[in-house]
């Protein structure tokens, strides 16, 4: 089995590119930060903030989560959230989940059991991949961009639109995020034997054309 790690701040592409990349490996997709996300929206419906609680939740919850890059879906307790988790609210309140040391490792296993049960292979992404998750992977990848780049990209997505008043809108959730995600987990500079992947002035087919070589390179 074959696994590619991703790990990038907000706005690079990971989930786009990753997705696409599972697609014509014929790979399984996980994406780590939809389960995040999931946990997060579990605690926010049930005004869980402590962490004692928040890893309680984690531990009883029923997380499932696809592994089909075309038809991506994600339940908490038989409900499916895969349009909730995608909120401002949700993206704002993910670190009461992220924050909590035991409940990443709560995660962290489910992911990895994720990833051992995948066949041929599977394209994973997230912020903690190639160093914690699966340090292992054969293809490690840190997607990076520049600040102007991700805000843009970022506010595209949310708003349609990359004029001023949507990148006005945008740019504190990014990097506010980023700046928090990252007390917890290294995804802004590359571990050793991770290639970095600025995609700043790559064009989508250029990126995933990229990784496909790396995967290539590394059979």
Do not use: C
């Not at 929206?41 to 962490?51: E, H, K, M």
């Not at 912020?127 to 292992?136: G, H, K, L, Q, S």
Request: proline share 3%.
């Amino acid at each position: 089995m074959s696994v590619v790690a991703i790990d990038g701040p907000s706005g690079v592409g990971k989930s786009s590119t990753a997705k696409e990349v599972a697609r014509r490996l014929g790979f399984a997709y996980l994406d780590t930060g939809a389960m995040y996300r999931a946990m997060a929206w579990l605690a926010l419906s049930r005004g869980v903030t402590d962490p004692v609680d928040v890893l309680e939740q984690v531990r009883g919850a029923d997380l499932e989560i696809s592994t089909d890059p075309d038809d991506f879906a994600v339940s908490v307790d038989g409900i499916d959230v895969a349009e909730e988790i995608r909120s401002a609210e949700v993206s704002e309140n993910v670190q009461t989940v992220s924050a909590v040391p035991d409940a990443r490792t709560e995660l962290i296993e489910r992911q990895r059991e994720i990833i051992a049960a995948a066949s041929p292979g599977i394209v994973v992404e997230g912020r903690d991949i190639t160093t914690v998750v699966a340090p292992d992977a054969e293809v490690r990848i840190l997607m990076t961009a520049r600040d102007d780049v991700r805000v843009a990209r970022r506010a595209k997505e949310v708003h349609g639109s990359a004029d001023a008043e949507a990148v006005a809108a945008t740019a504190s959730l990014v990097t506010g995020r980023d700046a928090k995600d990252s007390a917890t987990t290294s995804f802004l500079t590359a571990a050793e034997g991770v290639y970095t992947l600025d995609t700043s002035d790559l064009d989508f087919e250029q990126v995933v054309g990229t990784v496909l070589d790396l995967v290539k390179d590394a059979e």
